[in-house]
């Protein structure tokens, strides 16, 4: 079963403008990574953040980590048509060699 | 620096006909995974590999099977396709964290195979 939910499952906006995309959890988990996937192409790594970290930025991508809601956060700001991708949220947990993924969120980002 | 490749990219195989998709990865990484990536379900873990020679199941490993003889390669073998299994195939691979056990580097995917049977 998959372990991070993704929300909302799509989202449109114009550019320039920022996206916000919220992923929830079940179970305690030892990180969370971000993932980014182009239409047609494989996951690309964007943003790993440990259980005992709250913020990690990477460029325009900032990702929040509440471990007492069991959810995250991805924000993109400043969104180009480059960004247009789903994004999906992956967990670990302590002492596994798994990630779960979620099923996604599809960003269109229009010019 | 290819990363990580997988052939074929694309296939057709008619039920009950039986192949093989070859991951290979040039980073020296330990850890390899076979995923499965059907519309609304994200990616699903069929089988790792924490090592050469090693192997493991994943949440949906029924109807695959693997092998990791060596440390670059890992296999993924279809006995009987089925139509259920028409989807697209990741591979990943990732390092090993000196520290802690499991996963916690970031995994490198190839372009996937996308595998259709009919």
């Known amino acids: 079963s998959q372990q991070g939910e993704e929300d909302p499952q799509a989202l449109s906006i114009q550019e320039g403008e920022n996206a916000t995309m919220n992923c929830s959890y079940k179970t305690s988990i030892n990180n969370l990574q971000w993932y980014r996937q182009n239409s047609g192409r494989g996951l690309v790594h964007l943003i790993l953040i440990r259980s005992n970290e709250r913020e990690k930025h990477s460029g325009r991508l900032r990702v929040t980590l509440d471990t007492s809601k069991k959810s995250s956060s991805l924000l993109i700001t400043a969104s180009r048509a480059a960004d247009t991708a789903s994004y999906f949220c992956a967990t670990a947990i302590i002492v596994d060699y798994k990630l779960s993924f979620g099923a996604g969120t599809t960003v269109t980002v229009r010019a | 620096n290819a990363g990580v490749t997988q052939t074929p990219k694309f296939r057709v195989l008619k039920t009950g006909q039986s192949m093989t998709l070859l991951c290979a990865q040039d980073m020296n990484h330990e850890y390899m995974y076979w995923y499965r990536q059907d519309p609304g379900m994200g990616l699903r873990l069929i089988h790792y590999s924490v090592g050469e020679g090693t192997t493991a199941k994943g949440e949906v490993p029924d109807g695959y099977n693997v092998s990791r003889l060596k440390k670059q390669n890992f296999l993924l073998g279809l006995e009987s396709a089925a139509p259920s299994q028409t989807s697209v195939y990741f591979c990943?691979?990732?390092?090993?964290?000196?520290?802690?056990?499991?996963?916690?580097?970031?995994?490198?995917f190839g372009d996937g195979t996308r595998l259709s049977i009919l």
């Open positions: 990943a691979s990732s390092h090993r964290d000196r520290g802690l056990m499991g996963s916690n580097q970031p995994q490198h």
